[in-house]
């Protein structure tokens, strides 16, 4: 984990390739102390870096972000909110490669989705 206390992962439910895990953001972590006081919103590399510690995390295997593609911010996460936000992974190794189809939801509705490769490393 690259944030040290930025989240834990409360559950995840695997289903074949597709994962669905909860994690709880720490609101008062020290990255929402610039981004932005009196306002914190998640930056939208944390969120994509979330996504690659979770195939990390799921496979095992230590992973290099080759590219990234789709990537659509829909909303903002402020953790103040709600501090629970879900990833829904899609993942499918292909040799040396892991390709992710990802959505990050908050109770209210979609934050972020992406799609991303990975090199094995």
Do not use: W
Request: hydrophobic share 40%; charged share 25%; aromatic share 8%.
């Amino acid at each position: 984990m690259i944030l040290k206390d930025f989240y834990t992962v409360s559950k995840t439910e695997t289903s074949d390739s597709k994962h669905i895990t909860s994690l709880k953001i720490n609101k008062d972590h020290a990255i929402y102390d610039g981004h932005f006081p009196g306002r914190p919103v998640t930056p939208g590399v944390v969120l994509m870096l979330l996504f690659k510690e979770e195939v990390q995390r799921l496979s095992g295997k230590t992973l290099q972000l080759v590219r990234a593609s789709n990537v659509k911010f829909t909303a903002v996460f402020d953790p103040t909110d709600n501090n629970e936000l879900i990833l829904e992974s899609e993942i499918e190794e292909t040799g040396e490669f892991l390709n992710l189809k990802g959505i990050a939801k908050k109770k209210e509705g979609i934050v972020l989705k992406i799609n991303s490769l990975y090199q094995i490393i």
